[in-house]
């Protein structure tokens, strides 16, 4: 079996990983550093309140929806161009299985020992389902997402009603303490992150949605074949769907909106839900880049695509990096500063930057990340037997 070269494939997808990852690095950070998730300060000043704002519309929310969908957009396009090239769906299947298998097993190494809000392994695991149960179903079943998208648009209808008639009050930010980041000893977090890994990857596991619209977008072969109006629908539809819901609670963390519990709690039901819309608009936006410069790419688009086709590496880079940044045991550069806030965001964005140039240097060099030859080995091993 044949994997696609890099000479050959779409650039949009690969911009949408590389640039997902910083989206992950940002959310990851906030909340590792400042010890609550999503991550946030109850007590904001100065830029913190806006940059909270930026972090409610455009990141938190996004990152999770938006590297879904990419995986599911991944997966049609592998599946299709193994039947191109004449290979039996027994033999693609084979191998999209153990690939998923091992993610699972990638995902359990980093949620235990690293960093608890890993997705490896939810994704993982959705990959599998996804594989055996939806990849191969007919034009029917990838018209459920587009009713799904559909019905997502109502619920946020209703809980922007229920946040805008809601009270105003003191209730302080949704944000559940992240045990294992504020341990003291790394015995600590371990113990902890051994019963937090297994019940996030149980609450993601319903990203398998996301999956599936990024299915239904490949079959569609929006990036392969972008429709310039379409596009600029799915970014100004989904960016504004994302923004709408996205406001309320990133006024809320701000300080610039007072609410009162439940009404809190509508607006973060609401920000949750608009993440995928934004993950819409980000994908649009990004097919849009590339129709632009798909034919003169510079060294940013090459180096942030580079980075797209070693997402599983650099996301295993990015766990490596908090653990050894944030915790007091190691560095604990959260806790030793003054403005946590962005200290998180400056980390979070200098490890990102640091993998782009890694990733542009091994694209230079010819080099796979190190974790795709390993993950690839591994699930081709029997489709060569």
Not at 129 to 158: D, E, S
Not at 215 to 243: D, Q, S, Y
Not at 252 to 267: H, N, R, S, V
């Amino acid at each position: 079996m044949e994997s696609l070269p890099t000479s050959e494939r779409v650039l949009a997808p690969d911009l949408a990983r590389g640039f997902a990852l910083l989206l992950v690095a940002l959310a990851h950070t906030a909340s590792i550093f400042l010890g609550n998730s999503p991550g946030v300060d109850q007590t904001p000043e100065g830029l913190e309140r806006p940059y909270f704002v930026v972090l409610f519309v455009f990141v938190h929310a996004c990152a999770l929806p938006l590297f879904g969908m990419m995986l599911g957009y991944g997966l049609v396009q592998f599946a299709d161009r193994q039947e191109a090239l004449g290979q039996p769906w027994k033999r693609t299947r084979g191998v999209l299985l153990r690939r998923h298998a091992w993610l699972l097993v990638f995902g359990a190494v980093d949620g235990v020992l690293f960093f608890s809000g890993d997705v490896l392994g939810a994704y993982g695991l959705i990959g599998v389902v996804f594989v055996l149960l939806l990849l191969r179903r007919g034009k029917g079943f990838y018209r459920i997402p587009a009713l799904y998208l559909g019905f997502a648009g109502c619920y946020l209808a209703v809980l922007m009603y229920l946040v805008l008639t809601g009270n105003s009050g003191g209730a302080p930010v949704p944000s559940p303490e992240d045990t294992s980041s504020l341990a003291p000893a790394y015995g600590d977090a371990l113990r902890a992150r051994l019963t937090e890994w297994p019940a996030i990857t149980a609450i993601l596991l319903p990203s398998i949605l996301f999956v599936w619209v990024g299915a239904w977008a490949a079959k569609k072969r929006i990036l392969e074949e972008p429709n310039r109006n379409l596009l600029l629908v799915g970014v100004f539809g989904g960016f504004g769907v994302a923004i709408a819901a996205g406001l309320p609670m990133g006024l809320f963390a701000g300080d610039y909106l007072q609410l009162d519990a439940e009404t809190a709690g509508f607006a973060k039901m609401l920000y949750e839900g608009g993440g995928l819309f934004g993950a819409v608009g980000y994908i649009s936006l990004f097919g849009l880049i590339g129709m632009a410069v798909d034919k003169k790419r510079g060294v940013v688009v090459t180096a942030i695509s580079a980075l797209g086709q070693r997402t599983l590496s650099a996301y295993l880079f990015q766990s490596v990096a908090w653990l050894i940044l944030a915790p007091p045991f190691m560095l604990g550069l959260g806790g030793q500063a003054s403005d946590p806030t962005f200290v998180a965001a400056a980390c979070g964005l200098g490890v990102w930057l640091l993998s782009v140039v890694v990733a542009y240097l091994m694209h230079r060099k010819g080099y796979r990340g190190p974790a795709e030859i390993l993950v690839r080995k591994l699930a081709y091993r029997r489709a060569k037997a």
